[in-house]
């Protein structure tokens, strides 16, 4: 009886640890989360223990059920062939369950990245999850805004695949921190080592239609004179500069740093660097 619970044990813990790698492996495809490489390191060790046990028990219990009498003797009647027992349909069913239930639950974190993902080859949007010239800029900060617990910040960065806001930790905080988003979902990082003045720099991003950094982007990039195959590295800023609340679109090359900046209503206010001479 102990026998028969430890096999059906370890046959369900086997079917969870087997669901968690499958979805370990989905979550790293969909989001990149070198998280999910951590989740293989748990799960694999757990099937290759699980399915050890599950088969030593097996025989133990298959060992045990022999007897004399199962002994073939010598009669002139031919053998009769044994049927083997087939796994009970309820355990196998509830074995699919099981893994189903681990890899959706392992998948949670990845949620918001694979219907993005899904959207965008639907839609045909290959570059979608860019946080320069995708679609989700907006969603990204809403994000980190509700990890924050408020939308005030100093400044918001969008790089290619990354969101970084900085801010206090909650209303009226003299210590800012940086939040992230990345991977489809966003975090609270380390106090800033510099100290912005809050009380100059801080904007209310709720008011702010970040959908619009990918157009600047993309106008940026289109009015830039650098040669076809330079390599630049871009980012945008929304930050208060000279106590006006701008849209600021970097890109660095071989010629040095060019920058165009923007109001919020997508209108240029000034350009600079090699790109635009």
Same mark, same amino acid.
């Given at each position: 009886?102990?026998?028969?619970?430890?096999?059906?044990?370890?046959?369900?813990?086997?079917?969870?640890?087997?669901?968690?790698?499958?979805?370990?492996?989905?979550?790293?495809?969909?989001?990149?989360?070198?998280?999910?490489?951590?989740?293989?390191?748990?799960?694999?060790?757990?099937?290759?223990?699980?399915?050890?046990?599950?088969?030593?028990?097996?025989?133990?219990?298959?060992?045990?059920?022999?007897?004399?009498?199962?002994?073939?003797?010598?009669?002139?009647?031919?053998?009769?062939?044994?049927?083997?027992?087939?796994?009970?349909?309820?355990?196998?069913?509830?074995?699919?369950?099981?893994?189903?239930?681990?890899?959706?639950?392992?998948?949670?974190?990845?949620?918001?990245?694979?219907?993005?993902?899904?959207?965008?080859?639907?839609?045909?949007?290959?570059?979608?999850?860019?946080?320069?010239?995708?679609?989700?800029?907006?969603?990204?900060?809403?994000?980190?805004?509700?990890?924050?617990?408020?939308?005030?910040?100093?400044?918001?960065?969008?790089?290619?695949? *990354?969101?970084?806001?900085?801010?206090?930790?909650?209303?009226?905080?003299?210590?800012?921190?940086?939040?992230?988003?990345?991977?489809?979902?966003?975090?609270?990082?380390?106090?800033?080592? *510099?100290?912005?003045?809050?009380?100059?720099?801080?904007?209310?991003?709720?008011?702010?239609?970040?959908?619009?950094?990918?157009?600047?982007?993309?106008?940026?990039?289109?009015?830039?004179?650098?040669?076809?195959?330079?390599?630049?590295?871009?980012?945008?800023?929304?930050?208060?500069?000279?106590?006006?609340?701008?849209?600021?679109?970097?890109?660095?090359?071989?010629?040095?740093?060019?920058?165009?900046?923007?109001?919020?209503?997508?209108?240029?206010?000034?350009?600079?660097?090699?790109?635009?001479?």
């Amino acid at each position: 009886m102990i026998s028969r619970f430890l096999a059906t044990l370890a046959f369900l813990v086997l079917a969870a640890a087997l669901g968690v790698t499958v979805a370990g492996a989905l979550g790293l495809l969909f989001t990149g989360d070198p998280a999910y490489i951590g989740v293989w390191a748990y799960s694999v060790p757990v099937v290759l223990v699980s399915f050890l046990i599950f088969e030593l028990v097996r025989r133990n219990r298959r060992g045990s059920a022999r007897s004399p009498a199962d002994t073939p003797v010598d009669t002139d009647e031919p053998p009769v062939a044994r049927k083997r027992r087939a796994r009970p349909t309820p355990l196998i069913a509830l074995a699919v369950a099981v893994a189903v239930v681990a890899a959706g639950i392992t998948l949670i974190p990845a949620y918001t990245m694979i219907g993005r993902t899904l959207t965008n080859v639907a839609t045909g949007n290959w570059d979608g999850n860019s946080m320069l010239t995708g679609d989700y800029q907006q969603d990204a900060v809403d994000a980190i805004a509700q990890v924050a617990g408020h939308y005030d910040f100093t400044r918001v960065t969008f790089d290619d695949d *990354v969101v970084l806001a900085e801010g206090p930790a909650a209303p009226g905080a003299d210590t800012a921190y940086f939040y992230l988003h990345r991977y489809g979902r966003a975090w609270r990082g380390e106090p800033l080592d *510099v100290q912005p003045d809050l009380a100059a720099e801080l904007f209310d991003a709720e008011a702010i239609d970040f959908s619009l950094i990918a157009r600047l982007v993309e106008r940026t990039i289109d009015e830039a004179m650098t040669p076809p195959g330079t390599s630049t590295y871009t980012k945008a800023d929304v930050l208060v500069l000279d106590g006006e609340l701008v849209a600021r679109v970097s890109m660095t090359h071989h010629g040095g740093t060019s920058v165009m900046a923007y109001d919020l209503e997508g209108n240029e206010l000034s350009r600079s660097g090699a790109a635009f001479e």
